[in-house]
């Protein structure tokens, strides 16, 4: 009778221990208080050596009652606080569907890229390829191998970023001509373009000393500077609009013969002349010609056999046209108050 009690008693105080538990820790205490090393329960059981012989399954059997009592209580605890919790969680965490959205902060694509990309579709479609050349190059890459001889003033550390006596930022991106020959031997017909970064020691309020070109090259048999043309006809209508003429002027390069400069008519008057084509009506966008024959030799190429035409526009300007940019330092500076004028609507 008198264990009886001592029963009900533990459960009802259990009962109200739980009362107050409120989180995981609170029910440890308890569970602790009751069946821990020192807790009521464990005491319960350690008493058991001092119950004489003939009451001991008696008190073996109210053990076993009450630890299973007192077991259920502290789950069935647990579980509840842990539904409890979870819910609490829910509640927390529920989507108020009728509050106004937080604007999403999305990318755009830089305008530089999208004309790469434009360009780099266009010649795609045309049969080109799309290679790519390290920002660094030889020396004998970016001159030597384009005859550009020694002595040469573009060879000048006053026009190129020198790294070493071999190594050097790339002035231009026509190694990637080089590279390219080189890597095919008398593979033809070779149609790349390859756009990339370019570096020169050029630093005032219209040149920048990092900006980017637009490199083509073609080699096979019966290249002819026709090709030339009607490829960089296509090329500025494509890129600058239907109405663009095309006017090629005789120049000089190292690695073609012969070269030419090409201009474009001007895209801010549309040729009738302005402050921007300082009032000719053109401007210049690119140099190009027909391959050298020591250039091609240097690479592997017979001239006898292969002919080729190369160009190699700066694109920035392209940029600027299309996207009304006016300064060019925009176009590198990468303030974000300026790409965000340039989302790309198609990527919502
Ligand atoms: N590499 C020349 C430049 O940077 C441009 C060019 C490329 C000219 C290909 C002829 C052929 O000015």
Redesign the pocket.
Known sequence: MEEYMEREDIIKKLESDLKNVKTKNDLQNVKAAYLGKNGIVTNLSLKMKEIPNEEKREYGKFLNLIKEEVTTKLESMESELEKNLLEEKLNEEKIDITLPSRKKLKGSIHPMTRVVEELEDLFVSMGYDVISGPEIDTDMNSFTKLNLPEGHPARDAQDTFYLDKDYLLRP?T?PAQVRTMEANKEKTPLRIVCPGKVYRRDDDATHSHQFM?F?GLVVGEDISLADLKGTLELFAKKLLGEKTNVRFRPSY?P??EP?CEVDVTCFKCGGKGCSLCKQTGWIEV????VVHPNVLRMSGYDPDKYTGF???PGIDRFAMFKYGITDIRQIYTNDIRFLEQFDRKDVD
């Open positions: 231009h026509s070109q490199e390069f690695f073609t070269s690119l140099g190009a010609g190369a160009f190699g």
